[in-house]
Every structure is written in structure tokens, then in C-alpha cells.
């Protein structure tokens, strides 16, 4: 079975569809996404609808999370929309409407599935927090403290923009990387896919796709998103503070 | 819910998209129903839009056009793609806002477009529905010729409180569909597809010259606006539409033998023999037939005031309406497809040497300038009152040279040097208005020689001859009284234009002193 793992689309919209294109190209049977739909692009009310109408499973990243916390309170979404460093998700939660709001109530936090004998875990940052990242750099011991009581054949995780695979400790980890945010340098949006088999150990590997970012630049000046800096995303960067 | 416009969200209730080349509807609703949309719909209809404009496109210039509907018969007038007004040609609210218009000349028919629609409409469960009407044109010529198809579009309306469904429906359409927003005007689109000028044949931006450009590529350029002119003119000159034509094919003609005395020393001399001939036979023809338009369009006033009898009035529209006939029947001669197209596209190609070609165009223009300015301030140096009327038309000459010299490098400078042309041309045609009342002079004069001695009203007719006479006099007189005024300001005009279109840094211009401004054809 082959399962295509999304993560942190960040409300990109064309590269939401040339993932899912090119998922849907390389024989994908199901496609996850380990949260942060949205947040920092300008297409959040396109990105949930898409994934809604697809029925395309989901959970909860700490965009989400924040933005059930907070969104929908007219007062404080007010206050947020004041401060340079919240006025996105401020922005973001003023796109959506009562439906779109319904479903991300309905989104778990992390997942646990099983995929051919093997069980996958899948959540945004680790199993202990959304907030947490996880880099290649990850040892053995440090796994071992994230997962806590947890025992999953593969650790399916976003948050950090990084995508890798590794397999540690007989765990395969793999971080899906951004579809709509990447920050490596590479422009390109990635996502994991992972092959299991019943008799074999897991696969996973990393695809790096092309979109149109002219299209979400364009986009982000045209509908004066806060926060948001196209000459970043075009580059595939992040700088701190920004 | 977002604010329109703090979301930056387009707020417009109409945005049509390109269909992609060979692609239909249909699989954009594979798309939209993939998506969660629902379509349902399909009526379809078919019209036919007869476009307007006046000879120089003032409706267009105003983002306006007028055009009438079959079936239906109904005459709109439209601002912007949107209907203002309409109903019928006499009243009406209609006749009132083309009255408002002041439009100098008749509407004259442009385009003739067919369109086929198909209406859909598309929506989600909990959002506000949007009418999608895809369209399919085709254009044809005012003067027949085969349909050329234009492109498929994509229109949707909606109400403007929902710009944020608008703008998701947009993103899909884009991201899944491929199709893209445009700014689609069908009036545009079709003189474009049957390679027609756009009304007023503005210059394309490809005929403009650049800052960057050598004085190769200007000259091609200027003696390419004349060649497009010519081309955008020649229908209507020979379909006799508007008087108009006729002028604008005269002055390009002008402005291109100009243009080719002027630039003589960086063309190939045998290509420039040859094409200032043919030219010459042009301006000629065109200039029979321009004169005598401009003395009928004065001839009802004047032999209004004069009190004409009837039957010379009679007997003088006659007569020059038969010699105008004459002059267009030779004009026609010269206007025939194969010789006017070879001599059209021999200005559109002539080449040009190395050396001083090479040079750029920045750097030329001000010595240019200035030596056509010198030539009008040694014929202006005279006290107006003493000028001869060959003087003042030599005057003229020289700063029509200095007008076109200007004009040709206007696209270098600011919108000052603009300005200070426009002050040039008032005086231009101050002076063209008396050597029009000169002209108009002596035909009357040479009319009456023609008068046969054994016809009954002779007498009669000399006479009101005499008076016509005395009237142009009486108007050059005039003009030469406003050109006292005018010509006083003359010196300074020219001042300010050498200072807005300041000497280059660097070595003394070097532009060969070869060309030399002639009697303007």
C-alpha cells in the first residue's frame, strides 16, 4: 500500500493541487496530511473546502489548534489583528465560514493507523506537542523521550519544514517537509511517500514537486495578506522574524 | 466576515476569464464539481454586435463605444463593458448622452461580432450562486472579408457582498482549470484578429520610439507610424466614410516624406529616391482632394452670408463636387492594392546605413531639434505685419518641420515637451488656417476665368464669385491679425522647447548637415 503524507500547506492553494496531482501520479492509495493547513498563505478558505471535498484526512497542526483556541472570538481576533506578529491568523480566521469552521472542529490531533501490518503515528510536530520539531538530527535517545509510551513502526510528523527519512531505532521516521512553506532553500513544496508491504520493512521517501509560486505571490499581495513575505516564499527561505 | 476590501479581495461583480486554446467548458465543470461546485444550466443564445466609433476614435479614447444589437435593433451605449444607455438613434436618453459626447464627425461602423453564449450557474450548498456565461466569438470586418474566431471566454457575475466566494471560485478556476482572468474587450480583440487599426489608429507601443533605441531603429520606427497610419486610413479614404481619412493618409504622407528628407543621410539613398516619388504622387492626389474638401465644408456658411442665388449655388456644388470626384478617381488609381501595399511596405523596410545609424536616437534628437527651431526663428524674424503671404506659408512649412521633428522624438522627453508642442502647434494652425483662406482665393479666382462668356447669369455669377472672395480674404486677413499675436510668442516657444530636450554630455553633435526641410508636400 502507498500512502502520500502532506504537511504544513499553509493555505497554499496551487501547491496543495500539484501534491495531490502528483501523488495521484505516483500511485498514491490515500492521502494524509499531518496538519497546518493553513496559516501565513492566502488561501485557507481554498485549501479546507479542497481537502473537505476530497475527503482527504487530516489532523490538527498548531495553526489549527490556535486558531479553534482563539478565531472566533470578535474581540480577540481585534486584538490579534493589531499585532504584527498574530494579525495572520487573525486574517486567516476571518476568511472561513461556518462550514469550514465545523470541520477543523472535527480534526484530531494526531492519528494513530495501520497500514499493512505496520502502525503508523502520525502527528504535526511530535507525540508530545505540536510545537516540538524534529530534524534529521534526531538520535536514538531523543526518539525514544518524544514517543514516550508509544511503540509505532513509522513516526509520520511536519512542523519543522524539514523533510528527511530515517529509520531510528527500528522506527522509520519521516518528516513530510511543506507543501506550501518550504524553508531549505529549495522553492520546490515535498511530501512523503511511504510503501508497506505485509512482509517487508517500510519505505518512505521524500518528493520534491514544482508549482506555480507566481500564482500564490501574486495572490498573497493581492489580497494584502499580513504577515506574509513573497520574496521568501519564492525563495524557499525563512529568516528569523519574518 | 472579511471586508472586501481590507482583505483585498477584487470586489467586482463581473470578471472574465480566458478560456485555454481548444478547451471547453466542460472540463472546467469537471473541475468545479470536483471541487464541491454545482452547475446546472445551459441555456444558450446568439446575437450579432454592430461596434461604432467616430473616425477618431473618441468613443474609445473615452472608454466608451456604441453598438447595436440584432436581433433586436436596440443601439446601446456602453462605458467600460457595461451598458449606460439605451434605445433609439433620435431620442431618448440615449440621443442625449451622444449629444453630451460632442463627437466630431459621423459613428462609423468598426466591427461586426457574433457571439455565442451559453449560461451556467455555479454554486455551493451554503454560498451565494454565480452565473457563468461562456462565450464563443467571432469578428468580421466592417467591409466583409472572411470571419476571423476569437477566443472563448469565461464571464462571471456575481453580487459584489460575496467577494470572498468569488475569489475562492476564481483561485479553483485558476489552480484546476487553468483559466486565468483577462482584460477582454471584444472590440480590441476583434480588430486585432482581422489585423484591423484600433479606432483613431492610436500608435502600437512596438512603434514607439524608446529611450534605448539608435537613429536606425527611431527612423524605422517614425517611417513605420506613417507606413501604420496609411494602412489604418486606407479603407476609409477609399470607401469615402469621412473626410478624415483622407487628411490623416495626407498628413502621414507628409510626415513621411519629411521624415525621409529629414533622415536622407542614414538611409540607403536609392531606396529613399525611390520611395519620395512615389510619395510625392501621393500627397499630390491626396492634397486635390483634401483641399477641396476643406472649401466645401466652408462653402455652405459663406454662400450664406453672401446670399448666393440659388442657381449659382447650385452650379458652384456642382462643379467642385464633379472635381472632387475627378481628384478621388485618381486617388483611387493610386490607392490599388499591389502599387499603394509595395509602396507601404517599402517605408515599413528601409534600410538603413552604419555610422551615424548606429548612434543613439537620445543623443541625435536634440541637434535635430534644434536646427529645425533655427530655420523657424530666421523666417520669423520679421515683423508679422510685413510678411508676404509666400512668407507666412514658408513660416508654416518650417515649423510644421519642426512640429514633426518634435513629434518624432516626443516619446524621449517628459510630458513638459508635450505641452510646449501643443503651444508650436497653435501656432501651426493659425498659419494653416490662412493658407487654406489663400488657397480657397485663388480657385475662386480660377473658377471664374472657367466661366463660360455666352452663359445667362454670368454677371450674376461673378459677382458672388467676387463676394466668396472677399469673404477668404477677409478670413486670411483675420488669421493674419491672430498671427500677430501668436508669432510674437513664437521666439519663446521654440526656446523652450530646445530647453526641454536638453544637449546630450559628452562630443559636439556630429548629425550630417544633409537634409534640409523642402516645401512640404
Keep these: 500500500m502507498r500512502v502520500a503524507f502532506l504537511s504544513d500547506i499553509h493555505a497554499n492553494f496551487p501547491a496543495l493541487i500539484r501534491a495531490l496531482d502528483s501523488a495521484k501520479r505516483r500511485g498514491a492509495d490515500q492521502v494524509i496530511i499531518a496538519g497546518d493547513l493553513v496559516g501565513g498563505g492566502p488561501h485557507p478558505l481554498e485549501v479546507i473546502r479542497l481537502l473537505r471535498d476530497r475527503g482527504c484526512f487530516a489532523i490538527l497542526g498548531n495553526v489549527e489548534r490556535k486558531l479553534l483556541e482563539r478565531g472566533r472570538d470578535p474581540k480577540v481576533l481585534a486584538r490579534m489583528a493589531r499585532k504584527k506578529g498574530k494579525a495572520n491568523l487573525a486574517w486567516t480566521a476571518l476568511q472561513l465560514g461556518a462550514e469550514e469552521w465545523a470541520w477543523l472542529e472535527g480534526l484530531p490531533t494526531q492519528r494513530t493507523m495501520t497500514l499493512a501490518d505496520r502502525t503508523v503515528l502520525v502527528v504535526h510536530g511530535s507525540p508530545r506537542a505540536d510545537t516540538d520539531y524534529l530534524f534529521p538530527s534526531l538520535t536514538a535517545a531523543a526518539l525514544r523521550r518524544w514517543l514516550g509510551d508509544a511503540n509505532p513502526d513509522i513516526l509520520v510528523c511536519g512542523h519543522s519544514h524539514i523533510p528527511f527519512t530515517r529509520a531510528i531505532d527500528g522506527v522509520r521516521v519521516v518528516n513530510c517537509g511543506s507543501v506550501g512553506r518550504p524553508v531549505d532553500g529549495d522553492p520546490r513544496g515535498s511530501y512523503a511517500l511511504v510503501d508497506c508491504e505485509s512482509h517487508r520493512a517500510p519505505t518512505a521517501r521524500i518528493v520534491r514537486f514544482n508549482y506555480p509560486v507566481a500564482h500564490a505571490l501574486a495572490d498573497l499581495r493581492a489580497r494584502r495578506v499580513p504577515g506574509a513575505v513573497p520574496s521568501e516564499v519564492a525563495a524557499g527561505i525563512k529568516r528569523k522574524g519574518s | ?521
Design chain 2, 1 to 521: 466576515m472579511a471586508d472586501a476590501r481590507a482583505s483585498g479581495i477584487p470586489a467586482s461583480t463581473s470578471v472574465t476569464l480566458a478560456l485555454p486554446p481548444r478547451g471547453s467548458f466542460a472540463r472546467v465543470r469537471q473541475h468545479l464539481e470536483a471541487s464541491g461546485y454545482s452547475v446546472a444550466g445551459g441555456e444558450r443564445q446568439r446575437w450579432d454586435d454592430f461596434y461604432f466609433d467616430s473616425h477618431a476614435g473618441q468613443l474609445t479614447r473615452r472608454g466608451r463605444a456604441v453598438r447595436r444589437r440584432e436581433p433586436g435593433a436596440c443601439l446601446q451605449l456602453l462605458e467600460g463593458g457595461a451598458v449606460i444607455a439605451e434605445g433609439g438613434e433620435g431620442s431618448g436618453p440615449l440621443a442625449g448622452q451622444l449629444t453630451a459626447l460632442d463627437l466630431e464627425g459621423p459613428l462609423l461602423f468598426q466591427l461586426r461580432v457574433r457571439v455565442e453564449e451559453t449560461n451556467w450557474l455555479i454554486g455551493r450548498a451554503t454560498a451565494t450562486a454565480f452565473v457563468a456565461s461562456c462565450a464563443r466569438w467571432r469578428f468580421r470586418s466592417p467591409r466583409g472579408g472572411r470571419e476571423e474566431r476569437g477566443p472563448s471566454t469565461l464571464t462571471l457575475r456575481c453580487d459584489a457582498a460575496e467577494p470572498r466566494e468569488l475569489a475562492a471560485l476564481l483561485t479553483v478556476l485558476r489552480d484546476l482549470g487553468g483559466l486565468v482572468p483577462v482584460d477582454f474587450d471584444p472590440v480590441r480583440s476583434g480588430l486585432d484578429r482581422l489585423a484591423l487599426p484600433q479606432p483613431g489608429a492610436p500608435i502600437p507601443p512596438r512603434l514607439r520610439v524608446a529611450p534605448a533605441d539608435s537613429v536606425a531603429d527611431a527612423v524605422a520606427k517614425i517611417l513605420g507610424q506613417q507606413a501604420y497610419k496609411l494602412r489604418a486610413n486606407i479603407d476609409g479614404a477609399a470607401a469615402n466614410l469621412d473626410p478624415e481619412y483622407v487628411h490623416d493618409m495626407r498628413v502621414a504622407t507628409r510626415r513621411a516624406r519629411f521624415a525621409l528628407r529629414r533622415f536622407a543621410p542614414v538611409l540607403a539613398p536609392e531606396a529613399v529616391a525611390e520611395v519620395r516619388e512615389s510619395l510625392a504622387t501621393l500627397a499630390a492626389q491626396l492634397g486635390a482632394v483634401r483641399d477641396l474638401d476643406v472649401f466645401l465644408s466652408h462653402l455652405p456658411e459663406a454662400l450664406d452670408r453672401i446670399a448666393a442665388p440659388p442657381a449659382f449655388r447650385r452650379w458652384l456644388r456642382r462643379t467642385l463636387r464633379r472635381r472632387r470626384t475627378r481628384s478621388r478617381d485618381d486617388l483611387l488609381a493610386t490607392l490599388t492594392p499591389p502599387a499603394f501595399t509595395a509602396l507601404v511596405s517599402r517605408l515599413e523596410s528601409m534600410p538603413a546605413h552604419a555610422g551615424e545609424a548606429l548612434r543613439p536616437a537620445r543623443e541625435a534628437a536634440p541637434a535635430q531639434i534644434r536646427r529645425a527651431g533655427k530655420k523657424v526663428l530666421r523666417l520669423a524674424d520679421k515683423p508679422p505685419a510685413s510678411l508676404t503671404d509666400g512668407e507666412l506659408h514658408a513660416l508654416r512649412i518650417a515649423c510644421k518641420g519642426l512640429r514633426y521633428t518634435c513629434e518624432f522624438f516626443a516619446d524621449l522627453y517628459d510630458d513638459d515637451f508635450a505641452t510646449r508642442i501643443r503651444a508650436l502647434v497653435a501656432v501651426q494652425d493659425c498659419l494653416g488656417a490662412h493658407q487654406d483662406a489663400v488657397i480657397a482665393s485663388e480657385a475662386l479666382a480660377q473658377l471664374a476665368t472657367r466661366l463660360s462668356s455666352r452663359s445667362t447669369w454670368r454677371d450674376t455669377a461673378l459677382l458672388a464669385i467676387g463676394a466668396l472672395r472677399q469673404l477668404e480674404r477677409e478670413r486670411a486677413r483675420a488669421e493674419r491679425d491672430r498671427y500677430a499675436d501668436l508669432g510674437a510668442r513664437l521666439p519663446g516657444v521654440v526656446r523652450k522647447l530646445r530647453r526641454a530636450s536638453p544637449l546630450p554630455d559628452g562630443p559636439p553633435d556630429t548629425v550630417p548637415e544633409r537634409a534640409t526641410n523642402g516645401p512640404d508636400g
